[in-house]
């Protein structure tokens, strides 16, 4: 509990250096303010929703009706490493569920969350615009190529053993 | 001493280069400067790594540490340049090799261990033939001996590379190089000798239509927009590139950003808008971070601004991150989008040169589309529209992904056939597989069978025979492609994707989806659901048209095409997956049935423990069996068994 306030704290002073940008606080900007929130803390927490909402003066409820209409925002926390999956078209036709399946059975969680020991998360995106290399998956960036249900054991033991 | 030299190149760029646009000066002094600039004439070598997010995805990066560390060890002086991706996903990394006297030469999968053999021989002025594309066509430097050259490779003899023609070639985040071959004269002249709307009617003579999927022409919105009389105006780039397979620009962001910020500056001036937003997919960083690197630069070249070289237009862009929403990309959700809101469509009229972003006259196209107005202004109309069909001018960039021998991208003229893009220019199908079928205008698309290989690639053909250009993507099936499994795919990603406006769409694309699913899913053992497959797959027609002919939006009025594409091309495959349930080419897991082989099984048990669903049975050192209510066809048993006991039927 003690913990939590505090981080809340810490995360509130971020919060609002992020709204200091966006001093005119009109609607236009909430995606913006949103996105960058989500980058600094990897998700969008309930307190950071709430004083985004005193800021563009906008009840909180439109804001989270405006947040879960798009894929991007996510809710808790991100793993250390974030495993995002295309399962675009190009994907899809080499082999990407077999690779989907593979991680979801290796790191042991599904689209969207994130492992108990919060080193792993993993995401399903529709096309990182590399499908002449498909299947692709991204960790923390990081694109790997071609790869096979195989493949991907390695690269996962690899983030692990980093550890 | 750098930004000194900066700044005398920027006022001899500005004040020569530009402003003396109307000028094709031959003075040899100037010429040669602009052969320095254009990386033509160099006095030390120049090292270009493709750096683009397939050449990184490659390993692009760490063959860029090779080649750095590989010239500060034996102290070479040469400068390192990072392209984006001149189009051969397939073979990259891709590094090119020029050294003064000599013409650049281009290699292929050049990954981080092979940059010091290809280094070493090029610095003995050897070409080493194992990794070797084709060296550049340059005038006044030697030829490299028995190398062919790049633009003679099959890959790129048959393009016509207008948007393309610097992706991959020069330093994308270098407004020097851009200027020196011939960018922003288009805008400048455009500004200062041309009326907004002579710029609508030579875009309009060009025939250049949009680039986007829906084919309007260009010219003729412009007009729209130019004549409306409001305070405010809107130009937007639609950079969303939603389809799922599609990522040509995302490639001319990342290879050649100052030629979209060119054509966008022509746009906004031909309609009178002072503003412009670039609406990009947050998925897309690297592409994000090169656009912003060159607005940044545009403006210190006070080509983005006010005043642009006191002709008193203003010209602002500013950069919009997509949510991750397909339907954004549907110019009205998208302007939503901006606005701060959810991103649905809404009913049109009023269009958006009527009233778009902000309730103010707007004007939105597509990368590609803006991509192409320096060159008709450059060029002019009439040499533009000499290439292509009758109604579909130009060419068209598409990215070529799936199972096809070279994925990437190619820029080929319209009217071009659909065989030689896959057999000609990208090598045919990989491993030699045979070919099944081409999916074109992804999730509002359809297929091309082999029966119509040989139509040319325009708008109203690719209608003719139930697909649509799209923005471009062409993903390549062969025969271990399942259709009813893509079509499937397709319906999932709509279902997903649909704003949930609309009843016909939201809920018509789940009936849809539910259809595919229960095809391709297990047999039930009682088959009590035959009657309901059955009842299904005979509505598809019917729920289709409903959904089309009732949707309000482009995403909803084209969702079934993938179904009703393959459903009438491979009518087989589906009834082979509902009469006999069987999948043909092996792909629907569920209709797998695994057996044991009771003579090869040695009761080793491993598959027991592997089995998610305990759906094997057998104690150990006696034969076991798989009970087929229960399995649920996920393969782990038969990959488990060393002994080839356990086989699929
Ligand atoms: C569901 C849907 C998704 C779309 N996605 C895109 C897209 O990703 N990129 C794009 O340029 N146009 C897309 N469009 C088309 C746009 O609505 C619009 O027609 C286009 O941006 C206009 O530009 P153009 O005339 O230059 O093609 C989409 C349309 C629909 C209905
Ligand atoms: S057709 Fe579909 S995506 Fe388009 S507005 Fe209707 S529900 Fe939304
Ligand atoms: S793994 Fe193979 S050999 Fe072992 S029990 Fe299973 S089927 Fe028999
Ligand atoms: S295929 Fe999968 S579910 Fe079926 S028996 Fe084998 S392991 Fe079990
Ligand atoms: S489909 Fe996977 S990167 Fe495009």
Request: charged fraction near 25%.
């Amino acid at each position: 509990m003690e913990k939590n306030r505090e981080s809340g704290v810490v995360m509130e002073t971020k919060v609002r250096e992020i709204l200091d940008r966006y001093p005119e606080g009109r609607t236009e900007n909430l995606i913006p303010v949103l996105q960058d929130i989500q980058e600094t803390d990897g998700y969008l927490s309930e307190e950071s929703v709430l004083e985004v909402s005193r800021h563009l003066k906008m009840p909180a409820s439109k804001i989270y009706g405006v947040a879960t209409f798009y894929n991007q925002f996510r809710f808790a926390p991100l793993g250390k490493y974030h495993v995002q999956i295309c399962c675009g078209t190009a994907c899809h036709v080499l082999g990407a569920s077999t690779v989907l399946e593979e991680i979801e059975k290796n790191i042991g969680v599904k689209s969207g969350e994130t492992t108990k020991d919060g080193l792993f998360s993993m995401e399903v995106v529709a096309c990182i615009g590399a499908c002449g290399l498909a299947p692709v998956i991204s960790i923390n960036g990081n694109f790997h190529a071609k790869v096979t249900g195989e493949s991907i054991k390695e690269i996962l033991d690899n983030y692990r053993n980093q550890e | 001493m750098n930004s000194q030299y900066n700044s005398s190149v920027k006022d001899f760029l500005i004040d020569e280069v530009l402003r003396d646009f109307t000028n094709n000066s031959k003075d040899p002094h100037l010429l040669e400067q602009i052969s320095v600039l254009r990386n033509e004439k160099i006095s030390e070598p120049v090292i270009y790594v493709g750096a683009g997010t397939c050449g990184l995805g490659a390993g692009a990066a760490k063959t860029l540490k090779s080649v750095r560390k590989y010239i500060e060890e034996k102290d070479i002086k040469a400068r390192v340049i990072e392209t984006g991706c001149i189009g051969l996903c397939a073979v990259e990394p891709i590094m090119d090799v020029q050294i003064p006297g000599y013409n650049r030469v281009s290699f292929q999968n050049v990954t981080e261990d092979k940059v010091d053999e290809v280094l070493d021989a090029v610095f003995q002025l050897e070409v080493p033939e194992k990794f070797v594309l084709g060296q550049f066509d340059q005038s006044d430097t030697r030829k490299w001996d028995g190398v062919r050259f790049l633009k003679d490779h099959p890959f790129f003899a048959p393009q016509k590379r207008l948007v393309l023609k610097n992706c991959g070639i020069i330093d994308p985040v270098d407004i020097k190089e851009y200027i020196a071959r011939g960018g922003y004269k288009s805008y400048i002249k455009a500004i200062n000798v041309h009326s907004p709307s002579d710029i609508c009617d030579i875009i309009e003579k060009s025939g250049l239509r949009g680039r986007g999927g829906g084919g309007f022409p260009t010219g003729l919105k412009w007009k729209f927009a130019n004549r409306e009389e409001s305070d405010q105006k809107y130009l937007i780039c639609n950079a969303d590139e939603g389809d799922p397979g599609a990522f040509m620009d995302r490639a001319v962001i990342e290879g050649d950003p100052h030629r979209l910020i060119e054509g966008m500056a022509i746009g906004a001036y031909a309609i009178g808008a002072t503003k412009a937003y670039i609406y990009i997919r947050a998925e897309y960083p690297l592409a994000i971070e090169r656009l912003e690197s060159a607005i940044e630069e545009a403006r210190e070249y006070g080509l983005v601004g006010e005043d642009i070289f006191g002709t008193g237009v203003d010209f602002d862009i500013r950069i919009k991150k997509g949510a991750g929403a397909f339907v954004c990309g549907e110019e009205t959700a998208l302007m939503h989008s901006i606005e701060g809101k959810r991103g649905m469509p809404r009913p049109r009229p009023p269009f958006p040169t009527t009233r778009g972003l902000f309730g103010k006259p707007s004007v939105i196209n597509n990368v590609e589309t803006f991509a192409n107005v320096s060159e008709i202004l450059l060029n002019g109309a009439d040499w533009f529209a000499s290439t292509g069909t009758e109604k579909s001018k130009g060419t068209k960039v598409f990215a070529l992904s799936g199972k096809i021998a070279l994925t990437g991208l190619v820029e080929i003229p319209m009217g071009t056939t659909v065989r030689e893009v896959i057999f000609d220019i990208a090598g045919g199908i990989l491993n030699n597989r045979k070919f099944k079928a081409v999916q074109i205008g992804g999730p509002s698309g359809g297929c091309i069978t082999e029966e119509n290989l040989d139509i040319q690639i325009d708008y109203d053909s690719l209608i003719n025979v139930g697909a649509m250009m799209g923005s471009g993507g062409l993903v390549v099936m062969d025969e271990d492609t399942c259709m009813v499994d893509v079509a499937k795919f397709f319906m999932g990603f709509i279902q997903r994707e649909s704003c949930g406006k609309c009843i016909p769409c939201r809920e018509g694309t789940k009936r849809l989806l539910e259809i595919l699913e229960s095809i391709t899913s297990k047999p039930d053992a009682a088959n009590t659901e035959a009657l309901d497959r059955f009842k299904g797959v005979m509505q598809i027609e019917k729920l289709s048209q409903v959904i089309k002919d009732t949707s309000l939006c482009g995403l909803g009025q084209t969702a079934p095409n993938p179904v009703l594409s393959t459903h009438k091309l491979f009518r087989d495959e589906y009834e082979a997956h509902l009469y006999d349930r069987q999948c043909p080419a092996g792909v629907c897991q569920n209709l797998k049935v695994y057996k044991i082989d009771v003579d090869k099984c040695t009761g080793c048990t491993v598959c027991i423990r592997k089995c998610p669903v305990d759906a094997i049975i057998g104690s150990k050192k006696s034969p076991h069996f798989i009970v087929e209510d229960k399995c649920i066809g996920c393969g782990a048993c038969y990959e488990a068994c060393k002994f080839d006991a356990i086989e699929v039927v």
